[in-house]
């Protein structure tokens, strides 16, 4: 059973176009974090959101936490070839004390 | 900068082999991880440690074990290497706020069993 379903798997967009991928599950996360992958590269911290309903901006994307506490959004704002790569959410359950369970990914492209 | 340093970019074994994947971490973090990622079924947790000597099985224990005789270093062993531990292996380690805290993640070994 895969805890944290992500969508869409696969994602191709033009330069300059908006996107949103998503982090759902029917379980309730303490914390869920969202980690970009650039080939041949581990991933790495893009954000963690904490509070139900938070929002929070890093440039070019937006992270929004679900009111539950159970789903979550990157969306992405004019969509650059440097955006491309690996996106994965990873959740925290049973208030921190297992480790982070991840979900499969979406795997963005971005064409100039 | 925290570095998590893994031995091998890239290595190749043969079936029944015994493979060794070294992962060495700078920033004195007490947890690390072993995950392995394949496409389609994302990363995948093999074993972690949230202090020297001790070690917890993840969701996928079978055919792998691990070493923790020093804080930085966290070792993952295949004792015979079959085809189907073909993948890419990634160490993460992260400081103790239980496990809440940001993963630091190697840059990956890829083993190929032939």
């Known amino acids: 059973t895969q805890l944290l379903e992500q969508s869409p798997q696969f994602l191709s967009i033009q330069e300059g176009e908006n996107l949103t991928v998503y982090c759902n599950s029917s379980s309730v996360f303490s914390s869920l974090q969202w980690y970009r992958q650039e080939p041949g590269e581990g991933p790495v911290l893009l954000v963690t959101?904490?509070?139900?309903?938070e929002v929070k901006k890093l440039k070019r994307l937006t992270f929004q936490f679900g009111d539950a506490r159970k789903d979550s959004s990157l969306h992405i704002t004019a969509a650059q070839p440097g955006d491309t790569g690996l996106y994965l959410c990873?959740?925290?359950?049973?208030?921190?004390?297992?480790?982070?369970?991840f979900g499969k990914g979406t795997r963005l492209s971005v064409i100039a | 900068d925290v570095k998590v340093t893994q031995s091998s970019r890239y290595l190749v074994k043969r079936t029944g082999e015994k493979v060794f994947l070294e992962c060495v971490q700078d920033?004195?973090?007490?947890?690390m991880f072993w995950y392995r990622q394949d496409p389609g079924l994302g990363l995948r947790l093999i074993y972690f440690s949230y202090d020297v000597k001790m070690k917890e099985k993840g969701d996928i224990p079978e055919g792998y074990s691990v070493s923790r005789e020093k804080k930085e270093r966290f070792s993952l062993i295949l004792e015979s290497a079959s085809t189907n531990q073909t993948s890419m292996y990634l160490c993460a380690s992260s400081l103790a706020q239980g496990f809440t805290g940001e993963l630091f993640f190697g840059e990956g070994s890829r083993l190929t069993v032939l």
């Open positions: 920033m004195d973090h007490e947890n």
């Open positions: 959101v904490v509070t139900g309903g």
């Open positions: 990873a959740g925290s359950r049973n208030s921190g004390n297992t480790p982070l369970v």
